[in-house]
């Protein structure tokens, strides 16, 4: 398990697609740069999507990590081909390509790598990716090399605070885990939204102990669950429409009245209602997402004594509800835009936001029993952010296994 550069690491990875004799296509660099050279044709380059490079291996960097004594190269890697219009052989590829992700993770535990591999992956299928009629799987690999403190020749990347303050104070070790909060820390600030949260709760590690912690700062906004009413399990948070809530200690700022956002990953459908996903309400001023009510409404209402609504058809969704000025809210449900209004905003509410219900000034009311994966409060969300939010939560969950 000796010290190995990212560069020789992805030189075996390319030797191995080479000599893998299904494999006829290699390339590395983002997703984006996948979709560029499906198609790039040039005197010297064949694009991934002509015959003689299907089906192709691909592999996106996500991050490097050091701790303890090890460091950690962690990749994505995509396996794909392409199917018949017809769709005729799509099953036939699907499990194809599985079984090339299977032999890849054979190889890649082979001593002679001089590597370890973590024993964990998630393989996601796919079909008809990159507006093509590739199929295929999505995995995520780790690799863990020795590292000395003290080995002056080889540069390193410093663990992130962020991410190893939430594993610290949450003591999750889960490979698994922890390549899914690597991700969403990283892409959330290469996106320029991280700064913009003010609490994250990604609801990872299954206990209410570590569904409790705020991943943007684990010393601030540790939320109090109900003595009874909350399921806590490898998919989030569960209320039961009777007791269960979760008091997040975060009360809205009067600088945030006119920008801010929250937002809830909800799993489940359930029956139509007056059910909150997250909410308070104080001397008339609201703050509350009702994703599911009755009348088949969506409802999110940000610092304001008026409802705004629009029409849904299932609680299914993530959900994100933003102020961006005094006349101006939006929400989404997914990537698609929900409402655009310009309701005046009034104040804000004076208590803490609550989770799974709605907390008033001296009780709760609309009790909910979403399933919710994950949570968000911070400045507002345009509708880029929006949209970059929910495709950056989305794998988060993916990587979890339980996306909607």
């Not at 081909?81 to 054979?106: A, G």
């Not at 943007?216 to 209320?239: D, L, M, R």
Request: charged content about 20%.
């Amino acid at each position: 398990m000796q010290f190995q550069t990212k560069n020789q690491v992805i030189t075996k990875l390319r030797q191995l697609a080479e000599s893998h004799l299904l494999v006829r296509g290699f390339g590395y660099g983002d997703r984006w740069e996948l979709e560029s050279a499906m198609t790039k044709v040039d005197s010297t380059t064949i694009g991934l999507t002509h015959p003689s490079k299907q089906p192709f291996m691909w592999v996106t960097p996500i991050i490097a990590r050091v701790t303890e004594g090890s460091l950690f190269y962690d990749f994505e890697i995509i396996v794909g081909d392409l199917v018949k219009r017809d769709e005729s052989n799509e099953l036939e590829v699907e499990s194809d390509t599985l079984l090339i992700c299977l032999d890849i993770l054979s190889k890649l535990n082979d001593e002679s790598y001089e590597w370890a591999l973590s024993k964990q992956s998630n393989l996601q299928p796919f079909t008809e990716k990159w507006d093509s009629e590739f199929t295929g799987h999505i995995m995520n690999v780790s690799l863990e090399f020795m590292f000395d403190y003290d080995y002056c020749q080889v540069p390193f990347t410093r663990p992130d605070e962020d991410i190893t303050a939430f594993l610290s104070a949450t003591g999750i070790d889960d490979e698994t885990q922890i390549f899914a909060i690597t991700y969403l820390v990283t892409q959330l600030k290469e996106n320029g939204l991280w700064n913009k949260m003010h609490a994250l709760y990604p609801f990872v590690g299954g206990t209410a102990n570590r569904h409790s912690i705020n991943l943007k700062n684990p010393a601030q906004y540790k939320i109090t669950w109900s003595p009874t009413g909350v399921t806590h399990n490898a998919n989030g948070i569960t209320g039961d429409g009777i007791a269960g809530y979760g008091d997040t200690g975060y009360v809205i700022a009067a600088a945030n009245k006119d920008n801010f956002h929250m937002s809830a990953y909800i799993r489940n459908d359930v029956s139509v209602g007056f059910k909150c996903a997250i909410g308070s309400a104080s001397d008339g001023n609201v703050i509350q997402l009702l994703p599911f009510q009755t009348g088949n409404l969506f409802q999110s209402s940000i610092n304001q004594n008026i409802a705004s609504t629009a029409s849904n058809i299932s609680s299914k969704g993530n959900y994100i509800g933003s102020r961006l000025a005094s006349n101006r809210s939006i929400a989404y449900k997914n990537t698609s835009k929900l409402f655009e209004n310009t309701t005046a905003s009034s104040s804000t509410p004076s208590i803490s936001l609550f989770l799974l219900s709605r907390h008033l000034s001296t009780s709760l009311s609309y009790l909910s029993d979403f399933n919710i994966a994950f949570s968000s409060i911070g400045e507002a969300l345009n509708d880029i952010d929006s949209i970059i939010f929910f495709t950056i939560t989305q794998q988060y969950e993916t990587y979890l296994n339980r996306q909607i």
